[in-house]
C-alpha cells in the first residue's frame, strides 16, 4: 500500500482515528492536506499548505509523517505549542496508529535547568533580592527530583522571573564539555534523546538560533532527518531574521561583566583586579547607552551612515572606543588564568567575540541587510539583519532550485539529499501563490495548496464597522471605540477580547475599560498586568465560580496563538487596520528594495502584511463548529478606501452587519442558548 492509500485509509469513517474517538468526522479539506503532504514525504521537495482554521491541520501533517516510517522534525511557534505538539497530539496519534515510535522534545538551552549555574548562584556574592533566594531555593528543591529539567513542568514559574538567568546557561557562559556537572547536563540529556528519537520537536527560534551558530545539536541532528515540517509557518521569516544577522546588546556586556567578577571573586581572588575590570566593563555599556542621548524608550534609530541618526559621532566613536579598550583589558587578565577552570576558558572566548561584534559594527552593513539602533530603557540593542531569509534557506537549507532555473527543473523537486520540507499554516497570504509568504522565505518554486476552512462563517460570525468612529489618526478614536465596546461588554456580560495595533492604544483602551467596570460586573484584564499564561487561564475560566466575564485588552502575541472555543470568548475587537510601521528600520528597507525593482511597496508587501495579521486577530473568533460571535474593526477606512474591499476580502466570509440597530440584535442573540436556535442569526 502506498502511503498515500495509507493516509486516506486513516482518514476514512470506518479508520482508526473514528474508531478511536467518536467525535471524529471525516474532512474533505483535512483528507486533501494529508494527501499532499504523504505525495511530498514520497516524492521529495517542498509543500506549502494554507489551512484555515478547523481543518485540522496538525493531524494533516503528523498523520502522513508518523504513517511514513521516517525520521521527522517537527517545529512550531512557541515552546507552549511545542508542549502541546510533544505531550498530547503527538501521543494520542502513535497510540491510536499503532506506531513504535519514539518521540523527543528539544528546547533551546535557557528552557533547562544548568547544575553548574544553579550551584554558582548559590555561593555568589551578588545574587539580588530576597524573591530571587526564595525561588532559588524552590528550584534547587525540585531539581532533586526532575529527569528533564525543563523549567516549564516547575508549577508557577513565570517566564519573566529574576531568577531564570541566575539557574540557565546561553551559548555565551556555557563552559561546554570542561563543566564538572557536564554528565549530568539536561541540555547534553535533551539533546542526545533528540537525536536517537524518529520524532523530534523544537520550535522555530531553535531552529533558526543553530542555523546561524551551528550550536544547539541540530547540526547533527537535521542531516539525519528526511522529513521537516514546519506548523505555523507565518512566523519563520521573522524568526529568522532575528538570527541570521548580527546583534550586540547592552545586556550581553553587563551579563558578561557580572559573570566574570563572579568567577574572578569565587575561582581566582586576588590574582587580578577582578572588581576593577567589571567595573570598567559595566561602565562602558552604560556609556554606550548613554551616547545615545535622550532617544525615546522604544525608538528604533536607522544608521545608514557612519554613526545612528540622531546620535553625537563623538560621544558614538568615544564610547565605542572605551568599550573595545575595556574588553581588551579583560582578555589580558584572563589569559593569566585560564588554565584554573573552564569558567575562564570560556570567559575569554565570550570576550574575543564581543570584540568580533564590535569590529563588525565598525564597519559597512553587509549587502542586502539593515542596521540599526533598539532603544530600551536601560537597554541598548545594535542589529544588523538580513531583509529575508530567502538567500539562507536557498543555500543552506532547500537546495531548491533558484527562480533563474525554475524554467529547467521540476518546480516540485528538491536538488540533492531529497528530503521532504513542508510548510504550514492557517494564514499565508491572500493569493493563489501565497506570495506573501513563499517570496520572502525562498519557496516561490514549492508546490502549494489552499485547504478552505471547513466552519460556517456565514451563519457562525458577524463581521460590524462602526461607521461613526473617528479615523485611527484621530486623537479620540481610542476612546471613542472603548465607549462603544463598554456598551458591548455590559449586554455580555463579558466574554470580549480587544486586539491593538500600539500599546499607546492599549493603555488608553484598557484603562477607560477599567474605569468604566471598576464597580464591578466584569474582569477587565491587561496585557503585561500578570504573566500572558495566567491571563488566558483567567479569561478561559470566564464567568465560573461566582467570578464574573473577562474582558482581555491585549496586543502583539495575542493576536494568534490564542485559542479560546466556546461561549468564553464570543466579541472580538480590532482597533484598527494593522499596517507595518512605517518608521520601522526593517519596513523601510524592505519598502524601499521593492521601489527599487519598479514594484509597489504598498501594494506588494504593506498590504499584505495588514491582510495577513488582520485574518489572524479575526481568527481567535471562532476555533469550533459550534461556536458563534461577531468580528468588530474600528477603522472605517475599509469602507471608504478602495484597498478596502481587498482587505475585508481576506477575512473570512461572515455575514455583513450595516448599522447599529443590526449590531444590537446580533449582541442579544449571543446572549441565547446555543447557536443551535433555529432563529440564529
Known amino acids: ?109 535557557g528552557s533547562y535547568l544548568c547544575l553548574h549555574r544553579m550551584e554558582a548562584a548559590r555561593q555568589a556574592m551578588g545574587v539580588p533580592e530576597t524573591a530571587v533566594l526564595r525561588a532559588l531555593a524552590r528550584i534547587e528543591e525540585w531539581s532533586r527530583t526532575t529527569r528533564t529539567g525543563d523549567l516549564a513542568e516547575l508549577p508557577g514559574l513565570d517566564e519573566r522571573s529574576p531568577v531564570i538567568p541566575w539557574v540557565t546557561s546561553t551559548r555565551e557562559n556555557c563552559v561546554g564539555s570542561q563543566c564538572p556537572r557536564f554528565r549530568q547536563c539536561h541540555v547534553n540529556l535533551a539533546r542526545r534523546e533528540a537525536l536517537a528519537a524518529d ?109 545612528p541618526d540622531d546620535v553625537d559621532a563623538d560621544a558614538w566613536h568615544t564610547a565605542l572606543q572605551a568599550l573595545q579598550e575595556s574588553l581588551e583589558h579583560v582578555q589580558v587578565a584572563l589569559d593569566t588564568v585560564s588554565e584554573l577552570a573552564p569558567d575562564f576558558v570560556r570567559l575569554r572566548e565570550r570576550a574575543r567575540e564581543l570584540l568580533a561584534k564590535l569590529a563588525r559594527f565598525a564597519g559597512p552593513c553587509a549587502t542586502d541587510a ?131 495595533t500600539t500599546l499607546k492604544a492599549l493603555r488608553t483602551m484598557g484603562d477607560y475599560l477599567q474605569d468604566a467596570f471598576r464597580e464591578g460586573g466584569v474582569d477587565v484584564l491587561l496585557q503585561g498586568q500578570w504573566p500572558k499564561r495566567r491571563l488566558m487561564e483567567r479569561f478561559r475560566e470566564g464567568a465560573t465560580q461566582g467570578r464574573p466575564g473577562c474582558v482581555l485588552v491585549a496586543s502583539a502575541s495575542f493576536w494568534e496563538g490564542f485559542d479560546v472555543p466556546g461561549k468564553v470568548l464570543q466579541l472580538v475587537v480590532i482597533d484598527k487596520l494593522p499596517f507595518p510601521p512605517p518608521g520601522d528600520p526593517l519596513v523601510e528597507a524592505r519598502s524601499q528594495r521593492l521601489e527599487q525593482a519598479g514594484r509597489s511597496a504598498f501594494r506588494d508587501y504593506a498590504l499584505p502584511e495588514a491582510a495577513v495579521a488582520l485574518k489572524q486577530g479575526a481568527g481567535r473568533l471562532i476555533r469550533r463548529e459550534t461556536d458563534s460571535g461577531m468580528l468588530v474593526i474600528g477603522d472605517t477606512r475599509l469602507l471608504t478606501m478602495g484597498y478596502g474591499q481587498r482587505l475585508l476580502s481576506a477575512l473570512p466570509p461572515m455575514r455583513r452587519i450595516q448599522t447599529e440597530e443590526e449590531s444590537d440584535a446580533a449582541l442579544d442573540m449571543l446572549t441565547r442558548a446555543s447557536t443551535t436556535d433555529p432563529n440564529w442569526p
Open 1 to 109: 500500500m502506498t502511503l498515500e492509500a495509507a493516509v486516506c485509509a486513516a482518514f476514512a469513517a470506518d479508520g482508526p482515528l473514528a474508531r478511536a474517538d467518536v467525535h471524529f468526522m471525516p474532512r474533505q479539506g483535512q483528507t486533501d492536506m494529508a494527501q499532499a503532504v504523504a505525495r511530498t514525504i514520497e516524492q521529495g521537495g517542498a509543500l506549502v499548505v494554507e489551512a484555515g482554521t478547523g481543518v485540522g491541520k496538525t493531524f494533516a501533517y503528523l498523520v502522513p509523517a508518523l504513517l511514513s516510517g521516517e525520521r521527522v522534525l517537527l517545529s512550531t511557534a512557541t515552546k507552549a505549542l511545542q508542549d502541546q505538539l510533544f505531550a498530547r497530539d503527538l501521543p494520542q496519534l502513535v497510540q491510536v496508529l499503532g506506531m513504535p515510535v519514539r518521540t523527543a522534545l528539544l528546547k533551546g538551552r
Open 370 to 500: 539593515v542596521r540599526w539602533l533598539d532603544v530600551g530603557n536601560p537597554q541598548l540593542r545594535i542589529v544588523e539583519s538580513p531583509l529575508d531569509i530567502a538567500q539562507a534557506m536557498h543555500e543552506r537549507l532547500l537546495r531548491l532550485p533558484s527562480d533563474s532555473a525554475a524554467s529547467s527543473t521540476d518546480a516540485g523537486s528538491a536538488e540533492g539529499d531529497g528530503k521532504s520540507w513542508i510548510f504550514t499554516s492557517a494564514t499565508l497570504g491572500g493569493d493563489a501563490q501565497l506570495r506573501w509568504f513563499t517570496e520572502p522565505c525562498g519557496l516561490t518554486q514549492a508546490q502549494i495548496l489552499r485547504v478552505e476552512s471547513p466552519f460556517d462563517y456565514a451563519r457562525q460570525a458577524s463581521l460590524y464597522i462602526p461607521r461613526g468612529l473617528p479615523l485611527p489618526s484621530d486623537p479620540g478614536h481610542s476612546q471613542a471605540l472603548a465607549r462603544w465596546i463598554a456598551v458591548a461588554v455590559r449586554r455580555l456580560g463579558g466574554r470580549t477580547l480587544v486586539l491593538t
Open 199 to 307: 520524532v523530534v520537536v523544537i520550535n522555530h527560534h531553535l531552529f533558526f538560533a543553530d542555523l546561524a551558530v551551528r550550536e544547539s545539536g541540530m547540526a547533527e541532528l537535521l542531516p539525519s532527518v528526511r522529513v521537516v515540517v514546519f506548523d505555523e509557518a507565518h512566523q519563520i521569516n521573522e524568526t529568522g531574521v532575528q538570527f541570521l544577522g548580527a546583534q550586540l546588546t547592552t545586556g550581553q556586556l553587563l551579563d558578561f561583566a557580572r559573570d566574570l567578577l563572579g568567577a574572578g571573586l569565587q575561582l581566582a581572588r586576588g590574582l587580578a583586579p577582578w572588581n576593577a575590570l567589571a567595573a570598567e566593563c559595566d561602565r562602558a555599556a552604560r556609556d554606550l547607552r548613554l551616547a545615545v542621548g535622550r532617544a525615546s524608550n522604544g525608538a528604533k534609530l536607522r544608521w545608514t551612515g557612519a554613526v
